[in-house]
């Protein structure tokens, strides 16, 4: 069974920090991506990663799958009190759309 | 265009009782996944239809769950009987392609189901 190990579950900052969300499997994906889900909406996708080592930004977010494909992070530079959200990584196996999910990352930032 | 789109928002039903869920996906989007977040869960893969096919339902819980899409438009997801542990919010999601990771999943807003 694949398991995607979302940490931390829960974080709150101030304004202007930097924070770093986690996403660890032992199984390997052949894409990661990243949604943001706000409160009584559905996930929206950020950012789909394809190829191990791979980097993307989106403004102040840096989204990045790791060399073999297992782990993945999400890097907020500056955060802002609109940055707060649901955060979920989810991985795809060979069989599409069939999404698996970390448990999510409740961010709160504060003004 | 207009999204996914699910009704009800939110439904609130006594165990023994049935309850069907509706998805309307993007106009043109074969593929319309269900999902489920249990309560302090993370979010899981029901099953999958390729217009009216069913592709993978190896998610779904057991048979008290059947689900249908008509002429391979609007799905729905039938519980019956609910039990307390099917209380969630239960999405789904629509796209274009097969979602080989490079195609978006559209997610609709959920219907939050309360078994009591």
């Known amino acids: 069974t694949q398991l995607l190990e979302q940490s931390p579950q829960f974080l709150s900052i101030q304004e202007g920090e930097n924070l770093t969300v986690y996403c660890n499997s032992s199984s390997v994906f052949s894409s990661l991506q990243w949604y943001r889900q706000e409160p009584g909406e559905g996930p929206v996708l950020l950012v789909t990663v394809v190829t191990g080592g791979e980097v993307k930004k989106l403004k102040r977010l840096t989204f990045q799958f790791g060399d073999a494909r297992k782990d993945s992070s999400l890097h907020i530079t500056a955060a802002q009190p609109g940055d707060t959200g649901l955060y979920l990584c989810a991985g795809a196996g060979n069989q599409g759309g069939k999404l698996i999910f970390g448990q999510g990352t409740e961010l709160s930032v504060k003004p | 265009e207009a999204g996914v789109t699910q009704f009800p928002s939110h439904s609130v039903i006594e165990k023994g009782q049935t309850v069907t869920l509706r998805c309307d996906p993007i106009?043109?989007?074969?593929?319309l996944y269900w999902y489920r977040r249990v309560m302090g869960k993370e979010i899981k893969f029901l099953l999958h239809f390729v217009k009216e096919s069913k592709q993978d339902e190896s998610g779904m819980p057991n048979n008290r769950f059947l689900a249908e899409r008509t002429g391979g438009t609007y799905s729905t997801l039938k519980v019956q009987p609910a039990e307390l542990e099917d209380s969630g919010v239960y999405f789904c999601a629509s796209s274009q392609n097969r979602g080989q990771g490079t195609s978006p999943l559209h997610f609709g807003n959920g219907t939050r189901l309360t078994v009591t």
């Open positions: 106009s043109g989007h074969d593929n």
